[in-house]
């Protein structure tokens, strides 16, 4: 592609300049719609929250404060909730992109004899789901209840994470493994030599959405570690904040018990908190970007 | 398709011989490595997917959490037979199902068309910026983007409405929020806005694995952009947007109700109520595990169905498959 | 393919196999433990006196700012009892449901409408032998309304104390659901306002000569928010408030036979809805009503340029605030008991009681009901509660030359400007999960149990409130409401209180109707009025195709079941 780039616009042709005119405006146009919403929440963040109430902000804080802010940062339980993010999002992230290109490895491998087997086992997960309670049970018996592990080992494997990379796999020429093999190296040599240095986009794409759904997941966090505030995660603790005006669905009839349930965190500290635990985990974004923006070329290797 | 990697003839490796039984424990000592790497997992799976799935036992009981499981009640499929004699049962489904469809669709042209266009963005920096910035609605909750889309679409100064009035193409408001019957459309748009970008990723992953002596190739035969995208990154990335159709299609009943909830109100809920949100309202919410564990069960075997449907049509036509 | 099937299959078939045998061995292990004796275990605990303690503690309503008792308030406490607590909040409607399924459950648990549940499930324990040693406190404050703990009529013991209602709590002052703004009475001279068409004049001769507001916005006519359960406050409950009928939830008791009726089957809210519509003909009513959010109908009311709300007062706290913060007071709002017409009067004071209710048990897992029986009866004693209520003397509060007890001015402020600063810090209100009093009542001192009392809500009245109070010569928005002493007390509580099995019939039936209400009340107030009639009537008949009448012949046996076990007869 890099080559693709060097052509100088004076040699295209006519048609060719006005698809760019047009794709130009097109990107400008969606930049506008998608960046608003965001914009919308961070300018709410910064907004004095009995102001906020009124109304008609956009991108700009009508009244700057950071106030916000400071309540937000007054949580003690913030830094341990904030840790065990990274951790869980670190360590889960990197078993699970290992374990599911591993997976994904032996179904890409048509001969293996445990492929046709193995891929319709995985396959019906995406769609078994057995519900709350059998899914708790479990993790009870395995004894995983108030411990870190339970953030990491039940997801570790994902149906549907082995199946993106397995198609990406499909699609590598096998002559690499073809002459590997008559080197003499055995299938997790070719694995991790070969294989997995030629994945790098899909790899960086699952990282991508393991990371981020290891960082938003709270429910785990509700569910199996509630009682252990050394456990708590920063989604959870958002989760809390915001919890307590979402209770709309559970709302009983009479209006004295109804009055409790509109005390509410106000507006404008729910963004803040938002911003505060969503931020960390869009800086993963550019480092991984590198990896599915530019081509790989794979020609190289072949050579 | 002629360039597409992904219809090269595979080299198959000898498989078939003439002592079968033999040659079975011979490949099998052959692909010990391959074992090694996947029974593992087998048994993860089988531990952590299968095993809970004695929860569907529930279904044919009345259930009652503090009983064990000798003292449950059972009663066959009356739950079942309750289910499918409720009309209000009839009228989520098709919700769901038309919300799921006209996902499925926007979902895989939308998201596609995109990342072809940004893929053929010049400048290194402004495609990574608008990556970035396409991708930033994933993060907002649908509290605040039902909000907005609402403000948005407001009688009373909403912009859309200012607009279109203001370019005469109507004379009063449209009451966007109130038309029961659009709300499947505004939904599906809305859900694209939020997560186009994040969709697109996906594609451009896919995209970034497509040899650019392909685009050279195409080059040199004076093909032009539009024909590039058309016969070269549109079938290098075929068999992705076939393993994610395949996959999205068993999931047409499960579609969470949160943003139809929190976007839809009183007046839409002809249109806007779908299966999720009644077997949590008319299930565990209101301690009918039983019931819940059954429209569970509904769901996952029409998700079954529509797999196997999905993936033997598409290794008919299409040669793709998950399975 | 078919491999892998068969496969799946034996492999299903063995794992099921293997959990029912390890399930099996573990419930009867539960089974076992739910039925110790607690009188038993009474002997020689209790006796520990200050020796530090922690229990857990389930709350099915998320704290907001819960300090883990690091709090002033809460540090106090510990001091007192030795006890620590260590608190858990539900997310979601789940948590019960799977405490139960793990047999594993937390000391004290306030479980909210899911206290049957457990009960079931023999989670808690019978408080009644432990109130009499260790509770003289609980004892007092329960007074005469302890028959009204005993769990139902079949088991008379004492799994729940409640603590949501107050006992003898009085209203200091209502709002109830009809509000106008105090320029639109000024405007038109403070007119009468006593029935829905009062209500709709005032605004709409405001708006005649008023159309925009001084800075140039547009006015609206009346709003309300109907968005998801705020249906039953803007829409749907002042249907009964207007038609002479007390707070019920969704139903309407018949106080002499027990009769229940859905509602919005009474005749006279019928007339309440055509009304509804009719503002909706004319253009009174704000046409975004039915489709806004909570966010666009606060700050339509913040803008200042709605005349005319209906909803309560709770409802749009945060928009009123944010007027009176800019000093916009002639735009907040006065509140009166409007009805459909001069015949009915407004029931809102009606007394239920002492309506037990939702509140605290403690599990069968406490490893010493008695101290948390004593925990519970400290926070419900005279000095549990003033700690609770207004925090620790010298701290937060004084007793001025009279022996009156006030809050002193630096805590007021942070109160009323930080709130959320002020609980965390203080932990003042959070410790309310035991028996306590409500408004109005005097403790041993003659001051007030809590911090709401009449000359406080007249001192926080703004200019233009007093002055609009005077125009109508009261004092107080409750005195242009009909006294609770006009009405009889409720024998059956509140309706909507009512424990019921939440997976009964009823149950279902109810959320059957209300599913159709919520769709089809909108849609009758916003067709044309030619129609009303022909749309109420398909309304009417699809309740009735639904099964209403078998909902409330259900709910009617719970009303009679209720009003006997309070000592009431039911004929």
């Known amino acids: 592609m890099s080559r693709v780039n060097r052509r100088a616009f004076s040699r295209m042709s006519p048609g060719e300049i006005a698809f760019e005119v047009f794709n130009a405006i097109f990107m400008l146009c969606v930049v506008v719609m998608t960046v608003y919403p965001f914009l919308n929440v961070l300018a709410l963040s910064l907004n004095d929250s009995l102001d906020t109430v009124k109304g008609g902000i956009h991108i700009w804080p009508r009244q700057f404060t950071l106030e916000n802010y400071k309540t937000i940062f007054g949580y003690e339980t913030l830094i341990i909730g904030a840790r065990n993010s990274v951790l869980r999002t670190i360590i889960g992230t990197i078993l699970s992109v290992f374990c599911c290109s591993m997976i994904a490895y032996t179904l890409s491998r048509k001969d293996f004899q445990l492929r046709k087997f193995f891929s319709v086992f995985l396959a019906?997960?995406?769609?078994?789901?057995?519900?709350?309670?059998?899914?708790?049970?479990?993790?009870?018996?395995?004894?995983?209840?108030?411990?870190?592990?339970?953030?990491?080992?039940?997801?570790?494997?994902s149906a549907w994470n082995v199946f993106i990379i397995r198609s990406f796999m499909d699609n590598l020429p096998y002559a690499l493994q073809e002459s590997a093999k008559l080197d003499g190296a055995n299938d997790f040599t070719i694995y991790a030599r070969i294989i997995l240095p030629l994945c790098k986009p899909v790899l960086a794409t699952v990282a991508l959405f393991v990371a981020v759904g290891q960082w938003n997941s709270w429910f785990d966090n509700y569910l199996y570690n509630s009682s252990k505030i050394q456990l708590t995660t920063l989604q959870y603790e958002l989760q809390k904040i915001l919890q307590s005006t979402t209770v709309s669905q559970t709302a009983p009839r009479g209006t004295s018990v109804l009055e409790n349930m509109a005390r509410v965190s106000p507006q404008s500290v729910k963004m803040a908190i938002t911003i505060v635990v969503t931020v960390p985990i869009l800086v993963v974004y550019p480092f991984l970007q590198k990896y599915f923006v530019k081509g790989m070329t794979l020609g190289a290797v072949k050579a | 398709m002629k360039h597409s990697r992904g219809n090269q003839p595979l080299p198959v490796l000898p498989a078939a011989s003439p002592a079968r039984r033999n040659s079975f424990w011979k490949t099998a000592l052959q692909q010990r490595w391959l074992y090694l790497m996947s029974i593992p997992f087998i048994i993860y799976v089988f531990i952590f997917n299968y095993l809970p799935l004695w929860g569907w036992t529930y279904a044919f009981q009345n259930y009652k959490p503090h009983l064990s499981f000798s003292e449950q009640q059972w009663v066959g499929f009356e739950h079942f037979v309750r289910l499918f004699s409720d009309d209000k049962f009839y009228q989520v489904l098709r919700n769901t199902l038309a919300m799921s469809f006209l996902g499925l669709i926007a979902g895989f042209t939308i998201p596609i068309i995109f990342a072809l266009l940004l893929n053929e963005v010049r400048s290194s920096f402004f495609k990574r910026f608008v990556q970035t910035v396409s991708y930033l609605p994933h993060f907002v909750s649908w509290v605040v983007v039902a909000s907005l889309v609402t403000t948005i679409l407001s009688v009373d100064g909403g912009v859309v409405n200012d607009l279109l009035m203001a370019i005469g193409i109507i004379d009063e408001p449209i009451n966007f929020m109130g038309k029961g019957s659009w709300f499947w459309y505004i939904l599906t748009a809305v859900d694209q806005w939020k997560e186009m970008g994040w969709s697109a990723i996906i594609y451009l992953a896919a995209m970034a694995g497509i040899d650019p002596e392909l685009y050279e190739a195409a080059k040199v035969d004076g093909a032009g952009r539009l024909r590039t995208m058309w016969n070269i990154t549109l079938p290098s990335i075929r068999s992705t947007i076939i393993v994610l159709l395949i996959m999205s299609i068993g999931h047409l009943t499960t579609i969470g109700f949160e943003k139809q909830f929190l976007l839809g109100n009183n007046l839409t809920k002809e249109y806007s109520d779908v299966l999720d949100l009644y077997a949590l309202n008319y299930g565990i919410q209101m301690g009918r595990y039983s019931f819940g564990t059954a429209i569970g069960v509904f769901n996952s075997v029409v998700s079954i169905i529509l797999l196997l449907v999905a993936n033997g049509v598409m290794k008919r036509t299409t040669k793709e498959s998950i399975m | 393919m078919k491999k892998a099937v068969r496969l799946i299959t034996i492999l299903c078939i063995i794992s099921s196999l293997l959990v029912l045998a390890a399930c099996g061995s573990n419930n009867g292990k539960n089974g076992n433990s739910a039925s110790n004796n607690p009188s038993q275990n009474s002997e020689n605990q209790g006796q520990d006196g200050l020796k530090p303690i922690t229990f857990t503690w389930f709350s099915a309503d998320p704290v907001s700012n819960w300090n883990n008792m690091q709090d002033m308030v809460g540090k106090e406490i510990t001091k007192k009892t030795g006890v620590t607590l260590e608190a858990q909040f539900a997310m979601d409607a789940n948590a019960i449901p799977l405490m139960i399924a793990s047999g594993e459950y937390p000391d004290l648990i306030s479980p909210k409408g899911d206290a049957a549940?457990?009960?079931?499930?023999?989670?808690?324990?019978?408080?009644?032998?432990?109130?009499?040693?260790?509770?003289?406190?609980?004892?007092?404050?329960?007074?005469?309304?302890?028959?009204?703990?005993?769990?139902?009529?079949?088991?008379?013991?004492?799994?729940?104390?409640?603590?949501?209602?107050?006992?003898?709590?009085?209203?200091?002052?209502?709002?109830?659901?009809?509000?106008?703004?105090?320029?639109?009475?000024?405007?038109?001279?403070?007119?009468e306002i006593k029935t829905v068409k009062d209500y709709e004049n005032a605004i709409k001769s405001f708006l005649e000569k008023n159309p925009t507001t001084a800075d140039g916005q547009k006015r609206v006519g009346i709003t309300f928010l109907a968005d998801g359960w705020r249906i039953m406050i803007g829409v749907t409950n002042p249907a009964f408030l207007t038609t002479g009928a007390p707070d019920d939830g969704e139903v309407y008791i018949d106080p002499e036979t027990y009769e229940v009726t859905y509602h919005y089957r009474r005749p006279e809210e019928k007339e309440y809805f055509r009304w509804l519509n009719h503002i909706n003909d004319i253009g009174l009513l704000?046409?975004?009503?039915?489709?806004?959010?909570?966010?666009?109908?606060?700050?339509?009311?913040?803008?200042?340029?709605?005349?005319?709300?209906?909803?309560?007062?709770?409802?749009f706290q945060d928009a009123v605030n944010s007027l009176k913060s800019e000093s916009k007071f002639e735009q907040t709002y006065?509140?009166?008991?409007?009805?459909?017409?001069?015949?009915?009067?407004?029931?809102?004071?009606?007394?239920?009681?002492?309506?037990?209710?939702?509140?605290?048990?403690?599990?069968?897992?406490?490893?010493?009901?008695?101290?948390?029986?004593?925990?519970?009866?400290?926070?419900?004693?005279?000095?549990?509660?003033?700690?609770?209520?207004?925090?620790?003397?010298?701290?937060?509060y004084y007793y001025d030359d009279q022996?009156?007890?006030?809050?002193?001015?630096?805590?007021?402020e942070l109160k009323n400007n930080d709130p959320a600063t002020f609980t965390k810090e203080t932990g003042i209100g959070f410790y309310g999960i035991s028996a306590r009093y409500g408004d109005g009542v005097k403790d041993s001192t003659g001051n007030y149990y809590t911090t709401k009392w009449p000359e406080q809500v007249i001192e926080n009245y703004s200019s233009v409130e007093k002055e609009t109070l005077s125009k109508y010569g009261v004092n107080r928005w409750i005195e242009l409401w009909p006294q609770a002493d006009e009405f009889p007390v409720k024998a059956w509580g509140a309706a909507w209180d009512l424990p019921v099995p939440s997976d009964s019939d009823y149950a279902i039936l109810a959320q059957r109707m209300q599913e159709i209400t919520w769709q089809r009340i909108p849609q009758i107030i916003l067709a044309d009025p030619s129609e009303f009639d022909a749309l109420w009537d398909a309304y009417m008949q699809e309740l009735i195709n639904n099964g209403v009448e078998k909902m409330e012949d259900e709910f009617e046996v719970y009303v009679k079941d209720r009003v006997e076990l309070w000592g009431g007869k039911v004929n």
Do not use: C
């Open chain 3, 403 to 412: 022996g009156v007890r006030r809050i002193y001015p630096e805590v007021q």
């Open chain 3, 117 to 191: 549940k457990l009960v079931n499930a023999g989670a808690l324990i019978d408080l009644r032998p432990y109130l009499e040693e260790y509770g003289p406190n609980l004892l007092k404050v329960y007074g005469q309304y302890m028959d009204r703990l005993s769990w139902s009529k079949d088991d008379d013991a004492i799994y729940i104390l409640p603590s949501l209602n107050a006992v003898d709590h009085q209203y200091m002052d209502i709002a109830g659901a009809f509000h106008i703004q105090h320029e639109a009475l000024k405007a038109t001279n403070y007119p």
């Open chain 3, 334 to 396: 006065a509140h009166f008991p409007v009805t459909l017409n001069e015949n009915y009067k407004d029931h809102q004071l009606q007394s239920s009681g002492f309506m037990g209710g939702w509140g605290i048990g403690i599990s069968v897992d406490n490893p010493d009901p008695a101290r948390a029986i004593q925990f519970l009866d400290f926070l419900a004693s005279e000095e549990g509660q003033i700690l609770n209520n207004w925090g620790i003397e010298g701290e937060h």
């Open chain 1, 124 to 157: 019906l997960t995406m769609y078994l789901s057995a519900g709350l309670i059998p899914g708790y049970m479990l993790i009870r018996h395995l004894g995983m209840i108030n411990t870190f592990w339970v953030y990491i080992i039940p997801g570790i494997v």
């Open chain 3, 286 to 315: 704000d046409p975004e009503a039915f489709t806004q959010k909570e966010d666009q109908y606060k700050a339509k009311i913040a803008t200042g340029r709605v005349v005319g709300v209906i909803d309560q007062d709770w409802g």
